[in-house]
Structures are given as C-alpha cells and as structure tokens.
C-alpha cells in the first residue's frame, strides 16, 4: 500500500469503530471492534476487518450479517465525517477478523510441539 492508502485506511479505521459505537449501538446487538482497514489503490473499496466478542460462530456470523445490512447507513454518515478530506467515500465490505483464533490455535500447535521434543529426565 502507498502512504496515501494507509492513511486513508488508518482514517477510514477510526471513524467507522466510531461511528459504529456511537451512532449505530442501539441497532448491533454484539460487541464488535473494527480491527482493521484495507483500502483499493483508487480508494474505491475498503475492506473492514471486525473481531466479535464470544466464541460462538453463529453469533459472529449474525454480527457480520448486521454490519452488512448497516453498511449502506454507515457509508452515509461517514460522508459526512470525512466529506473534506475526500473526493468520494469508498464502498464499504464488512468481514470477520480471525487472526486472533488463528494465532491462538497455532499457539497452541506449537505448545504441543515444544512439550512433545521436551527430553523426559530419563533420556538425559
């Protein structure tokens, strides 16, 4: 990415965690932080990464399912925030962040690891 597009991201990434806390909390029934941002060369699209507070799936898939049917509502009053810093707002596509499931998972892969190479004290 450019410097442009980060900025543009990082931006893009305060006021949408924003707008969702404040101007859209009474419609999303879940705890949702906005993770992170990826934002198209042209500034045409931005991809939001969300995390979903709970470990149930079906619970983060209805949050997703939220934000996408607000997305339109959101991309609106974010054009009114940002309206002099650009030209245009970029379309906005919602997605679950699972980075940190994963890295837990592998955390745990590699504990597995680590205790099955450990020398029991009778192979020393």
């Given at each position: 990415?450019?410097?442009?597009?980060?900025?543009?991201?990082?931006?893009?990434?305060?006021?949408?965690?924003?707008?969702?806390?404040?101007?859209?909390?009474?419609?999303?029934?879940?705890?949702?932080?906005?993770?992170?941002?990826?934002?198209?060369n042209?500034?045409?699209?931005?991809?939001?990464?969300?995390?979903?507070?709970?470990?149930?799936?079906?619970?983060?898939?209805?949050?997703?399912?939220?934000?996408?049917?607000?997305?339109?509502r959101?991309?609106?009053?974010?054009?009114?925030?940002?309206?002099?810093?650009?030209?245009?707002?970029?379309?906005?596509?919602?997605?679950?962040?699972?980075?940190?499931?994963?890295?837990?998972?592998?955390?745990?892969?590699?504990?597995?690891?680590?205790?099955?190479?450990?020398?029991?004290a009778?192979?020393?």
């Open positions: 990415m450019s410097i442009r597009t980060e900025r543009v991201a990082s931006m893009l990434q305060r006021e949408i965690a924003e707008i969702l806390r404040h101007d859209f909390a009474s419609e999303i029934q879940h705890m949702i932080t906005v993770t992170g941002v990826r934002v198209t042209d500034l045409g699209i931005a991809y939001i990464y969300v995390s979903v507070f709970g470990d149930d799936d079906i619970n983060k898939q209805d949050a997703l399912d939220e934000l996408k049917s607000l997305s339109v959101v991309r609106k009053t974010l054009a009114g925030i940002i309206r002099h810093q650009l030209k245009g707002v970029p379309e906005l596509r919602f997605f679950l962040d699972d980075s940190l499931a994963e890295a837990a998972r592998l955390e745990e892969l590699f504990g597995k690891i680590h205790s099955h190479d450990e020398p029991s009778s192979d020393v």
